[in-house]
């Protein structure tokens, strides 16, 4: 039986390649299986042909989206830190932290949930819903969010918590079982068990399940299965200065990701002026472009506890070098994409959907929208960067400068100018924008490094 490998020895004495194979491969797999039951939702409810039914599911990802973000604020600041206590050997405070950050997520995610369901009609007007599509967001809405907020809160905490503790294996096999699961539940419900003109709640009600099951497999292996830490539930909160740093570097990966979802809100909002079809080509488009944004999200996941070990250490040779071997990764993968993609846009649209207007607005679009797939790799990575950092206030403008200081303000700016076809090409140019400003930034705050490789105190501080 082979021998699983402590976090230190992933941590620190692995090569910077197999540790970042150990670490990234299984978070890229697992966000792979996430997309593709994101996907079979929008691909089972575009087997009936309905412009109506697709545009009605695909317009509630900003909000689900959130309730993902829920969970990172949580399960990115604590997943950052954990590696840190157990880098200086402070096992008893990573218990405290990681007993602080599931409390706070299950918590949120009942006040999400509930806040969710007394706001529901003027939620969805405000992502777009029609007298149409309304029903079908409702019924969707009720079955994934309110129902099964919690679970996928939960799931998203845990999950981050466990590659800090370098379960990155099992943390992926537990985002993956409500995906595989998921996708085997949808026809099930759908054409199976319930009534016909009832897919929508079908696909729901097997979401909803999915997601049930794969929070009950993770918090066992948090809790049973992992060796790092002694879980305690009722254990007294963590120090001050520790709760500050799991909100503060959470609060931006957060705000990205929030930010992210204003961003659709608003390309969703603007895109439903140009009528159904146009919004449910984009609705394809958003979910179908997925694929590199997903690797590059699961490629970044891995690395930052690798990340956040080595910069504790201050051994930045270990840390320019998971770095480089990152960036090199993400930008192959990236061009291979943006390659299949433009080769491949009128089957991806079409394995969607079969209705001729939509398939061809949602093959231009889809061809124009992945240019930006390169380039929205690295925005991911400067984010996740400075969180395994710990620099919070860094990733928080960073967030704040490439959503409300560029992509949603060109949104309105390129739909003035190009109508339908400029809300499609302002991801590209905003992106290049802000990936400029990261790699200045980025560049200045590594010339410090430089000054402290010849000596310095070893310090738990973010700088």
Partial sequence: MKRKLSSEEIFKTMTVPQAIRTMAVPAVVSMLIVLIYNLADTFYIGQTNDPQRVAGVSLILPLFNISLAIGSLFGMGGGALIPKMLAFDRREEASRIAVFCVRMAFFCACVFSVAVLCLLRPILTLLGAGTGTYPHARVYVLMVLVAGGVPTVVTNVLSNLLRSFSLSREASIGVALGGVLNIALDPLFMFVLLPPGNEVLGIGIATCLSNCISCAYCIYVFCFRQREIAVNFLAERPEAENRKFVVTVGFSGTLGMLLFDVDYMVLDRLAAGFGDTALAAIGIVLKAERLPQQIGVGLCQGVVPLIAYSYALRDYRRTREIMAYTLKTGAVISVVSIAVYELLAPQIVRFFIQEPETLAIGTQFLRIRTLAAAIMFFCFFSLF???????????????????????????????????????????????????????????????????????????????
């Fill in 385 to 463: 960067l400075f969180q395994g950092f710990g620099n919070g206030k860094v990733a928080f403008w960073l967030a704040v400068i490439r959503w409300v200081g560029l992509n949603i303000p060109m949104l309105f700016v390129f739909r003035a100018l190009f109508g339908m076809i400029g809300l499609v090409w302002s991801q590209v140019f905003s992106d290049f924008l802000t990936v400029t400003l990261s790699n200045i930034y980025l560049w200045h705050f590594m010339k410090r490094w430089r000054a402290e490789e010849t000596g310095g105190e070893l310090s738990l501080r973010s700088d």
